[in-house]
Every structure is written in structure tokens, then in C-alpha cells.
């Protein structure tokens, strides 16, 4: 059983404030991890990818990941309303499986004015 | 949307009708898929494909058949429609050549069945 957790939240920020966002994922076998923004009514965007241990920064968006810990995080510094959204952790797995991505249901965050 | 465009945008049908989503691509991509998003359930992978009439069920594949005929078209087919496959529908591409292991995702498609 290939599962993706995430809390569904909602989170609430303050402008200007860090929001963290958390996944969890339970095969180990998953080699690509991917952070999703969704907003109402739209389709889900691709906003980071990361493959290895660690941190990758883009802009105001940190994604974490530990591979030991199955855990994959996204940081988003300097929180503004127009990112208040749904955000989707994904997980990949490999080609021989039929690059198959798995999703969470989602946290849905809020960033108040 | 990477090249990626569904139609029709907006569907209202009846039960037990057929109807046919389309999936359209521009980035050349191996990869299609088709996903169903629901209130409380995410995503969820209904089938994909990893080449042109090469297919396989996903986790939600009962009363969905799928065709891809062609690179850039994927089609998917509810048979005989019903209430539970009120939704909306996306599709999504990987496979890129530069990119292979990102997904992009098309606009969706609402269909309503009465």
C-alpha cells in the first residue's frame, strides 16, 4: 500500500509569516518528490521538485526532504494572501513501476492580511 | 498548462450515457494520465499510459476505459455513466525529455452526471 499523509488542515498564517507544510510517505522504493499548489476551482501546479536528501530553495519556497524519515517538508517564507491555497505533496515512483505518482489529499492554508 | 489541453471544459450528462474526456498534448511527453479529483479523496490515478496503445489501470479504474492511439491524445471513456462519477476530471503528462520526472497537469474537466 503505497500511502501519502498530510494534514489536511487548515492552517491559518499571518502575512509575512513562515508556513510549514508536512508529508509523510510509506514506500521506500519512492525516488521524486513534488509540492503542488491548487487553487479553488484551478488544476494543481507544479511548484517544487526535489530528488536528494536535503534542501532545495526557490524564491520564498524551501522543500526538505529526508529520505531515512520518509518525510518531506515545504517551507514558505514571507507568506502572502495570494498564497492561500490547497498544496499537494506527490511522490514518484520509478519507471519500472509505470512512473506512477502518488498523492496526498492536501493542507489547505490560509494566509491572513 | 505545459501544452496540455482537455475538452470539453464543462460536461453535463445523463446516466447511463456514454462520454468520451480528451486529453491533448504539444510537449511530446511518454507519459498520460488521467486522474479523478474528489472532495476528501485527492487525486486519484484512474489510468495511465507509458506509450501510444500501451496502458494499465490505475486505482480507481472500474467503469473507465482509455485509448491512445497517437503520442499527443489520450482519451478517456466512462461507458455507461453514472451519479458516482460526478467529478473533475484531469489530465496530467511526464516523460518529458528534459524534465522526466515531473507531471503536469491540464486544466480538468467538470462533468455532472444526472
Known amino acids: 500500500q503505497k500511502e501519502v499523509e498530510q494534514n489536511s488542515g487548515p492552517l491559518s498564517v499571518p502575512e509575512g509569516a513562515i508556513a510549514s507544510l508536512n508529508c509523510t510517505y510509506s514506500d521506500r522504493v519512492s525516488q521524486s518528490f513534488f509540492w503542488y499548489r491548487q487553487y479553488s476551482g484551478k488544476s494543481p501546479e507544479l511548484i517544487m521538485s526535489i530528488y536528494s536528501n536535503g534542501d532545495k530553495e526557490d524564491g520564498r519556497f524551501t522543500a526538505q526532504l529526508n529520505k531515512a524519515s520518509q518525510y518531506v517538508s515545504l517551507l514558505i517564507r514571507d507568506s502572502q494572501p495570494s498564497d492561500s491555497a490547497t498544496y499537494l505533496c506527490?511522490?514518484?515512483?520509478?519507471?519500472?513501476?509505470?512512473?506512477?505518482?502518488?498523492f496526498g489529499t492536501g493542507t489547505s492554508l490560509t494566509v491572513i492580511p | 498548462d505545459a501544452g496540455i489541453t482537455q475538452s470539453p471544459r464543462h460536461k453535463v450528462t445523463e446516466t447511463g450515457t456514454p462520454v468520451t474526456l480528451r486529453c491533448h498534448q504539444t510537449e511530446n511527453h511518454r507519459y498520460m494520465y488521467w486522474y479523478r479529483q474528489d472532495p476528501g479523496h485527492g487525486l486519484r490515478l484512474i489510468h495511465y499510459s507509458y506509450g501510444v496503445k500501451d496502458t494499465d489501470k490505475g486505482e480507481v479504474s472500474d467503469g473507465y476505459s482509455v485509448s491512445r492511439s497517437k503520442t499527443e491524445d489520450f482519451l478517456l471513456t466512462l461507458e455507461s455513466a453514472t451519479s458516482s462519477q460526478t467529478s473533475v476530471y484531469f489530465c496530467?503528462?511526464?516523460?518529458?525529455?528534459?524534465?522526466?520526472?515531473?507531471?503536469?497537469f491540464g486544466p480538468g474537466t467538470r462533468l455532472t452526471v444526472t
Open positions: 496530467a503528462i511526464s516523460g518529458g525529455a528534459r524534465w522526466a520526472y515531473e507531471q503536469y
Open positions: 506527490a511522490v514518484n515512483m520509478p519507471p519500472y513501476t509505470g512512473n506512477q505518482f502518488y
